[in-house]
């Protein structure tokens, strides 16, 4: 999604806050919590939940691994949920020519680097990269070149674009900022 006028140009950014990120964190979430209930019964010696009978599962050496498996489950889980919470990666990319003043913002994880601010001269922009690597795991990584802060992506790289797509916004955006296009 994006806002253009005569002069600004704000592309925005999504974040963690996908489908698949809750799909996946909520899936694992109740895998872990069964495995955890499962390795928790075993100990105890008797059902907690129905759905699970742990009647045949000794505590040693299989209700352990369940047990374990549940609580690094809960942990990445929980991981997942907290990238969705704080919408990791999400911001925008200003482009203003009547300034000559680019701002690129993400938002982080909490702490010192919790929000991520570049702000550069639009004069020290060299180019705008494409970088395309074919295969299995196809990446098409949109870039720009810059004097002292190097290459800057300016999308995800899991943003799947198609080829056309990303020349297409790689020659809007070098002919808003009037700046050549390089690929890789």
Same mark, same amino acid.
């Given at each position: ?9 704000? /592309? ?32 105890? %010696? ?46 925008? %990319?200003?482009? %203003? ?33 494409? /970088? ?25 790289? %899991? ?26």
């Amino acid at each position: 999604m994006s806002w253009r006028s005569e002069y600004i140009w704000v /592309e925005f950014i999504a974040g963690s806050r996908k489908p698949g990120n809750f799909f996946w964190a909520f899936i694992l979430f109740l895998g872990s919590l069964g495995f955890l209930v499962v390795g928790i019964s075993s100990y105890l %010696d008797r059902n907690l939940l129905s759905l699970f009978p742990s009647q045949q599962i000794n505590f040693f050496p299989q209700g352990i691994v369940m047990s374990f498996y549940g609580i690094a489950g809960l942990f990445i889980s929980s991981y997942l949920w907290c990238t969705i919470i704080w919408n990791v990666g999400s911001g925008y %990319d200003r482009f %203003d020519t009547k300034e000559g003043i680019v701002c690129i913002f993400r938002w982080g994880f909490p702490g010192k680097n919790r929000r991520i601010f570049l702000r550069f001269l639009m004069k020290d922009i060299q180019s705008i990269r494409i /970088e395309v690597k074919e295969g299995i795991y196809a990446r098409r990584v949109l870039y720009i070149e810059s004097r002292g802060l190097g290459a800057i992506p300016l999308n995800r790289t %899991d943003e799947n674009l198609t080829p056309r797509e990303i020349e297409q916004k790689a020659a809007e955006l070098a002919y808003f900022l009037r700046v050549p296009i390089e690929g890789f």
